[in-house]
C-alpha cells in the first residue's frame, strides 16, 4: 500500500483522567488509554500488532518501555515495537512511523499511546512528594553545570529566554502572550474535560498571576498532568469497518532545525508547513481549525508564524484579534490545550483534533470541521512534527 | 577579552527551583554578548530589575565565591 493522502485513519481515542489523578503510574495509564482506544474502536487486545510508546519523564526504564507495555497488556506476536522521544514532538512522530508501517505492510493496527504520572499525592512520602521548590513538574526543573550556579534551572528558564527575544525582535508583549492564555481558557470553560473547566481567565487575571521566570506568568506555562492518551492507527479501509467515523492523515512531516532558537527564533514548522500540506493538497486556508503544541503561550505564537497564518513576528498581534478563540477565524487548542486542559505533551493536540473532527466537541463544536492541523514540539523548539486530519477520505 | 558586551536576553526568576536560591528570589539570569561575539549565561548584579533591558551595556565583575570558585557576573556599565 502506497503512503499517501488519506491511506491511514486514526481509528480509536482513549484518554484516562487527567490532572491529579493518583490510582496508578504512568505504565498503568498507558495500559488503560490503550483499553480505552480499544473499546472506542470496537477492538480487541488481540487485534492489535503494533505498540509505539512515548513514554513521560515518571518512566521507569523509559528507554524500553514499549517491552514493559506489552508484558503488561499481555500481548503477543507483535510486529511493530518502539520507544520514541522527540519530546512534544512524539504523538505525531508516533503516528506517523505507525501509518508508514502499515502502508509498508509491516502490521495492521497500531497503538500509539502517551503518559506520565510525575504528581504525586498531597500526603505521600517526603521523598516522592514533588513540593514547593520547583512547582507541580519538579522534574521538568533540571539543572547541571554553570547553568545551575546561576540559578538557570528547567525549561521554563530557557524558553522565557527565546520569549524575551520575540519581544525584543517583534515587539510582543505580554498582552499577546495573555490573549493566547485568555482565548485558551474561554476554549476550555467549554469543555468539561478540562482541568482548568471551571476557572474563567481575563486579561487582568493573566497580567496578575504570580510570576514564574519573566517574562512568563503563571498562565503562560501549561499544567502538569498524570494521566495518558492513545490512539489506534489502521489502514483507512478498515477503520471503515470499526466503530467510531475514522479520521484520516491527509499530511505529516517532521522537522528539526538546529541552530540557536535565541537566534533563529523559529520552530521546526518552517520545515513542514511544505511537506505535510504537499502531501494532503491543501494550503493554509484550507484549514479548519488547529491544534497547537502549547507549552507556553510563546509556542503557540510562533508556530502560528511558521505555519504562515501571519507574518514572522505578527502571532502577537494574531492572536490579540481573537481569530484564534470562540468565534475567531482560526480556532486554536479548542479544548483548552496544554494551558488549559491537560498536558499530555503531543497527544493533547492530537486528542483534541480527533474529538473536533469526529463531532464530538459538546459546548465547543466547531461548525466547521473538515480539515485540521496538529503540531507537536519538544525539547527547546529542538522537535518539531505537523499532522493534517481529516473526517473525510480525500 | 575586555569583558564588556551587551544584555542579549535575560530573564527574571521569581519561583524557587533549588532551596539554595530560595533568598535571591527574584534574580536575573542573562544572556550577554560579549564584545567578541561569543555569548555567555550569567548573573546581573548592580541593577534594579526594572532597569534590565536587552542591548543594555554591561562589563563583567568576579564573584569570588569560594577560595576554590569565583563566578564572572555581570553589572551595568557605568555611563
Known sequence: MEFRKGATAIAGLGVTAQGKVYHARALGYAVEAIEAALADAGLNRSDVDGVLLNPGLSWRDGGMGSLHLQQAMGLTDL????????????????????ALAIAAGLCSTVACVFSDALLAPPRAPAARRN?????????????????????????????????????????????????????????????PAAQLHDTPLTLDDYHRSRWIIEPFHLFDCCLVSNGGVAVIVTSAERARALRRPPVYLWGTAQGHPGGDPLETL????????????????????????????????????????????????????????????????????????????????????????????????????????????????????????????????? | MTGRGTVFSYTVVHQVYHPGFADAVPYPVVIVELEEGVRMLSNLVDTSLADITVGMAVEVVFDKITPEVTLPRFRPTSP
Not at chain 1, 91 to 97: D, G, L, S, T, Y
Not at chain 1, 148 to 158: C, Q, T, V
Not at chain 1, 160 to 167: E, F, G, N, P, Q
Not at chain 1, 306 to 335: I, K, Q, W
Open chain 1, 266 to 394: 523559529r520552530t521546526g514548522a518552517v520545515l513542514t508547513r511544505e511537506s505535510a500540506f504537499r502531501m494532503a493538497g491543501l494550503t493554509t486556508s484550507d484549514i479548519d481549525f488547529c491544534q497547537l503544541y502549547d507549552c507556553y503561550t510563546l509556542t503557540v505564537l510562533m508556530t502560528l508564524e511558521d505555519y504562515g497564518f501571519c507574518e514572522a513576528g505578527g502571532g502577537g498581534p494574531f492572536a490579540a484579534s481573537g481569530a484564534t478563540a470562540p468565534g475567531g477565524t482560526l480556532p486554536t487548542n479548542t479544548g483548552g490545550g496544554q494551558l488549559s486542559s491537560f498536558y499530555m505533551w503531543g497527544m493533547t493536540p492530537v486528542s483534541e483534533a480527533i474529538i473536533q473532527l469526529r463531532g464530538d466537541g459538546g459546548d465547543r463544536q466547531l461548525q466547521k470541521n473538515e480539515i485540521g492541523l496538529v503540531s507537536g514540539n519538544g525539547g527547546l523548539l529542538s522537535t518539531h512534527s505537523t499532522l493534517i486530519l481529516s473526517r473525510l477520505a480525500s
Open chain 1, 79 to 98: 510486529r511493530l515495537s518502539a520507544t520514541m522521544n522527540l519530546g512534544g514532538a512524539t504523538a505525531i512522530a508516533m503516528i506517523q512511523h505507525a
Open chain 1, 131 to 191: 513540593d514547593g521548590a520547583g512547582g507541580s513538574g519538579a522534574r521538568y526543573a533540571f539543572a547541571s553545570g554553570l547553568d545551575a550556579a546561576y540559578g538557570h534551572i528547567g525549561m521554563n528558564a530557557r524558553y522565557a529566554m527565546v520569549a524575551r527575544r520575540h519581544m525584543h525582535r517583534y515587539g510582543t508583549t505580554n498582552d499577546h502572550f495573555g490573549a493566547v492564555a485568555v482565548a485558551q481558557r474561554q476554549w476550555a470553560n467549554r469543555n
